[in-house]
């Protein structure tokens, strides 16, 4: 686990070219470049504090 | 009618749970209200990919019908507890049920699931019925409202057509001006848009945010193993070539212009995250059908693979949403990395691209359990975002 967000460490998961996310903290977040990035790593945050259980979607609707 | 022997037809359900495994309950509930659609569009899995279940269906869902899944739907939240569930009007085209058939959907479903689970309600549509009066309704009934459309609207009508061939895109770019207005806005739920990689990606998606969607979902054309996907130019991955493009475009903008819904899912889960598509990662699909004339159906676009894919021989009269989280069908789909071939699990991005869409593995004999008939093209595009991912998270780790 993460000792920053509590996030599982999910490095299998990301493969080997991505760094943890969840040991960069959020208030380095301010001064990224990257709005999109910025949301996902934002989103992501929110789903492991939230913690609730992550389904799929169905696919032909928005 | 031709079956599939394949795989999941033979999963052992019972053993499974006797083993531990625990069935997710449903949280998306797709209505067939109208079997019939005001297009033709070439690629439709509905009509054109060798199911014709809906000539044999009631054109448009009767009013029992919807109380009685709504009813069922109720029961399941109850049994599940769950704080949220969502019904999608679907077809065919869902508006062809008109102005009162909708109101009395909608209001049948807002009874039955009166106070336990909060109803969220959706229409995903072509948009060609989609004028003044009908937007008033839906946004009196708190429908959310998807449209279709390819792109710019030479592109749109190289596949989304009238029957008699006239283009649809004039139509539906009078609904997306309404839809986007202040005042229908808060009723948007965003855009569909299939991939043609014939088509210029920067172009498609600059045509498509000039409405402020939301979110643009583009979806890959449906294809297996047995139906390729059209593949024009030297390129052995054009779908992923073209996403690369519009991930591009997106992700370097200077402000978050929309969400992308496939791209947002790639990123959580390179991020580590998991995927709420059923489109990419390894998340339990939770997703059913409910037909015209109440039969429980898995995803519909399971149709694409052979008629009759999406079959459980259940009925909302008869059968709870319980007893469809035991179909093989269903069950395959929430089993994550338990569910994917061999030759995937050799595979270093398995876990994000989870074999793709389950409808893109059907292969004759085998069935689903086979790598998507889009590995490359995911593959490609997912390398690509690792990579700009990498990049950026690396600068911020040595910013900190």
Not at chain 2, 252 to 261: F, K, L, Y
Not at chain 2, 384 to 392: G, K, N
């Amino acid at each position: 686990m993460s000792e920053t967000t509590g996030a599982p460490d999910s490095a299998e998961t990301r493969g080997d070219a991505v760094p943890d996310v969840t040991r960069i903290p959020l208030s380095q977040l301010e001064p990224a470049e990257n709005p999109v990035l910025e949301a996902a790593i934002r989103r992501l945050v929110d789903e492991v504090t939230d913690g609730r259980e992550v389904t799929a979607q169905f696919g032909n609707s928005p | 009618m031709i079956r599939s022997r394949g795989w999941p037809t033979d999963l052992d359900v019972a053993s499974l749970i006797a083993n531990g495994f625990q069935p997710y309950a449903f949280r998306d509930f797709v209505f067939k209200i109208h079997q019939r659609c005001n297009l033709a569009c070439d690629y439709c899995y509905v009509y054109t990919m060798g199911d014709s279940s809906w000539r044999d269906r009631p054109m448009a869902m009767a009013p029992e019908v919807v109380r009685a899944a709504a009813q069922r739907i109720a029961e399941h939240a109850e049994t599940h507890r769950l704080d949220e569930v969502r019904v999608i009007l679907h077809g065919g085209e869902p508006l062809m049920v008109g102005r009162e058939g909708l109101r009395a959907t909608v209001s049948e479903l807002r009874s039955a699931i009166a106070g336990g689970a909060r109803l969220r309600v959706a229409i995903q549509t072509n948009g060609v019925l989609l004028d003044e009066r009908m937007l008033d309704l839906l946004g009196e009934e708190g429908v959310e409202v998807g449209v279709s459309l390819d792109g710019a609207p030479a592109d749109n009508d190289r596949h989304r057509r009238y029957a008699d061939g006239r283009g649809s895109a004039a139509a539906v770019e009078r609904a997306l001006a309404l839809l986007s207005s202040e005042r229908y806005r808060p009723n948007f739920a965003g855009i569909l848009s299939a991939v043609d990689p014939e088509t210029d990606p920067v172009g498609t998606y600059e045509a498509l945010i000039r409405y402020r969607p939301p979110v643009i979902d583009f979806l890959l054309p449906h294809a297996n193993w047995n139906r390729p996907p059209a593949r024009p130019g030297p390129s052995l991955t054009p779908y992923g070539d073209w996403l690369i493009s519009v991930f591009d475009r997106w992700y370097d903008a200077p402000v978050r212009e929309t969400g992308i819904r496939i791209l947002d899912e790639i990123l959580n889960l390179v991020l580590g995250g998991a995927s709420r598509s059923e489109h990419v990662g390894l998340s339990p699909v939770t997703v059913v059908v409910v037909e015209s004339d109440g039969s429980i159906e898995q995803v519909d676009t399971l149709r694409a693979s052979y008629p009759g894919a999406g079959e459980t021989g259940l009925h909302v009269a008869t059968d709870s949403f319980d007893d469809a989280l035991r179909h093989p069908g269903v069950v395959a789909r929430q089993l994550g990395v338990r569910a994917l071939a061999a030759e995937c699990l050799s595979c270093p991005i398995h876990r994000l691209c989870g074999a793709g869409h389950y409808p893109h593995r059907y292969s004759f004999g085998s069935g689903f359990l086979n790598r998507s008939v889009y590995c490359d093209d995911l593959s490609r595009i997912i390398a690509h975002v690792q990579s700009r991912v990498a990049i950026d998270l690396e600068r911020l780790s040595v910013v900190g």
